[in-house]
T-cell receptor, first 115, second 109 residues
C-alpha cells in the first residue's frame, strides 16, 4: 500500500505570490491533517479535513486555507506569501475523523522557500 | 491557554540504557496528549497518544508514556534504547495540537 504522498517536494516562491500544495492520503484514509514546521516556531497544526469538511483548525491567519476532494486528496493554499511562510509543510492521513482515532501516517513534506 | 514544555533540548544516553523524556503541559481540562518522533530516514511518526482511561500508554517501537494529572506531566520512557532511536521527539497537547519545542536524543555507542 502506498504511503502518503506530497507534491511538490520542493518549491521556491517570492513574496506576495500564492502557492498550492497537494497531499494524497493512504488509500482508504478519509482524514487529512496539515502541519507547518519552521526552525523558529517549531511544529504547528494547521487544519484537519474529513469527508471534504474542515473539522479542526489551528491558529493561523486566513491566508492559509485548504480543501479536501471527494477522493480524500487535499490541497492547502497560502496566499500573499511572506518570508515567514518558509517552512516544511507536512501532511498526515488517518482512517477516521478527529484526534481520538487510529494512527496518523505522515508524508515526507513539501519544503517551501519564500524569497 | 494550552502550552507544552519540554525542558530538555538535548539528551544523550548510552545504547542499552533507559530513557525518560520530560513533558509538562498546561491545559484546562483532561488533555489529549501525544508524543511524536522525527528522524531523517523515517520522517514524522506518531509514537503514542492519551485521551482517557489507563494513564500508562503503550506506543510503537517499545515506548510508553505515563499521564500524571497531579504533575501535569506526560513523560516518555523506554527501558533500553537502540542506536536507531536517535531522533527528535515532540510532545503535544490539546485539540489544537500544541507542540513542544522538541528534545533531540543522541545515542552513545
Amino acid at each position: 500500500k502506498a504511503g502518503v504522498t506530497q507534491t511538490p517536494r520542493y518549491l521556491i516562491k517570492t513574496r506576495g505570490q500564492q502557492v498550492t500544495l497537494s497531499c494524497s492520503p493512504i488509500s482508504g484514509h478519509r482524514s487529512v491533517s496539515w502541519y507547518q514546521q519552521t526552525p523558529g516556531q517549531g511544529l504547528q497544526f494547521l487544519f484537519e479535513y474529513f469527508s471534504e469538511t474542515q473539522r479542526n483548525k489551528g491558529n493561523f491567519p486566513g491566508r492559509f486555507s485548504g480543501r479536501q476532494f471527494s477522493n480524500s486528496r487535499s490541497e492547502m493554499n497560502v496566499s500573499t506569501l511572506e518570508l515567514g511562510d518558509s517552512a516544511l509543510y507536512l501532511c498526515a492521513s488517518s482512517l477516521g475523523q478527529g484526534l481520538n482515532t487510529d494512527t496518523q501516517y505522515f508524508g515526507p513534506g513539501t519544503r517551501l522557500t519564500v524569497l | 491557554a494550552q502550552s507544552v514544555t519540554q525542558p530538555d533540548i538535548h539528551i544523550t544516553v548510552s545504547e542499552g540504557a533507559s530513557l525518560e523524556l520530560r513533558c509538562n503541559y498546561s491545559y484546562g481540562a483532561t488533555p489529549y496528549l501525544f508524543w511524536y518522533v522525527q528522524s531523517p530516514g523515517q520522517g514524522l511518526q506518531l509514537l503514542l497518544k492519551y485521551f482517557s482511561g489507563d494513564t500508562l500508554v503503550q506506543g510503537i517501537k517499545g515506548f510508553e508514556a505515563e499521564f500524571k494529572r497531579s504533575q501535569s506531566s506526560f513523560n516518555l520512557r523506554k527501558p533500553s534504547v537502540h542506536w536507531s532511536d536517535a531522533a527528535e521527539y515532540f510532545c503535544a497537547v490539546g485539540d489544537k495540537i500544541i507542540f513542544g519545542k522538541g528534545t533531540r536524543l543522541h545515542i552513545l555507542p
